[in-house]
């Protein structure tokens, strides 16, 4: 009996170090710690500038990105949405290999780093060539944005800094559709719960023509972070 008792207690005092490990573990909590922390830092954006080298080699020097979507254009996004997907990519909340692999580099381990680099990105303005799509479906696309998308990210997509609603003007529209698709097949968990239900009643040609509407909108610098 006693032995019962005794192995009733291990069982119990494994289950809840198990439990502690689990929530000292759970990215979600880190995650949100880190989120906090960045937000709370005072930005510098020289220290940023600094920083922002290693991302220039991808994003360009003006963050740019590639016409060809592989990787999107991120100056003047919104300084919060961008300490946003920064703390993501490092607790594995949002999934690219290259984003994973530089978020655990040395030039960007604390929480103000990130505050520092994303001052630099958010005022930076972007001038690189935005590709197009095809036109075929731009109407439609142009008429679903309004409908459904405008209310949030702006007539322009510009999005909105207090909000914390992603610029999407400008964009490249390879990469818009992959986060679109993304959305769908549940691969941004992080992503405002509005968006998988909007995407999902969407057609594939609906989903171009926004992307291809987005693409010709022209990305503004209006905020500088604070
Ligand atoms: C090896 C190339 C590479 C380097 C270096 C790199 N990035 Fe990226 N970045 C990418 C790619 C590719 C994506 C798109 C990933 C995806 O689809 O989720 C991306 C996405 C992002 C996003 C999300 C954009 C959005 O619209 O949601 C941010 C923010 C970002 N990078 C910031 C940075 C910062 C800051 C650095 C430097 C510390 C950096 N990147 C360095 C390739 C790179
Ligand atoms: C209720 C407001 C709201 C509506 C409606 C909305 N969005 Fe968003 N969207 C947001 C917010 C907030 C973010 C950024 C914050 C986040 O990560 O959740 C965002 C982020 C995004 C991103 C991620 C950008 C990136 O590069 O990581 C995409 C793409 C996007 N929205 C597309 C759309 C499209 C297309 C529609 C219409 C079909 C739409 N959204 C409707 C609020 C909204």
């Avoid at 995650?31 to 220290?47: G, H, I």
């Amino acid at each position: 009996m006693k032995n019962v008792r005794n192995m009733t207690h291990l069982g119990l005092l494994l289950m809840s170090l198990l439990m502690m490990s689990q929530a000292l573990a759970s990215p979600g909590t880190d995650a949100s710690v880190e989120f906090r922390a960045a937000l709370a830092a005072a930005p510098d954006a020289r220290r940023g500038d600094q920083i922002f080298a290693t991302c220039a080699a991808c994003h360009g020097v003006d963050g740019s990105g590639l016409p060809d979507g592989s990787v999107p254009v991120i100056g003047s996004q919104h300084y919060s949405v961008l300490l946003r997907q920064l703390v993501d990519y490092r607790h594995a909340e949002r999934w690219d290999i290259r984003m994973e692999h530089v978020s655990q580099l040395k030039v960007m381990q604390t929480p103000q780093d990130m505050a520092d680099v994303a001052a630099l990105i958010a005022s930076l303005q972007p001038m690189g060539r935005t590709v197009h799509g095809s036109g075929e479906f731009l109407m439609g696309g142009a008429k679903v944005y309004f409908e459904r998308c405008q209310a949030c990210h702006g007539a322009t997509g510009q999005g909105d800094a207090d909000r914390g609603i992603a610029r999407l003007a400008g964009q490249h529209p390879e990469y818009l559709l992959r986060q679109f698709i993304d959305v769908v097949e549940a691969r941004r968990p992080r992503l405002s719960k509005t968006h998988a239900p909007l995407m999902r009643e969407l057609q594939r040609a609906e989903l171009e023509g926004i992307a291809d509407y987005l693409s010709r909108t022209r990305r503004s610098r209006g905020d500088i972070a604070p």
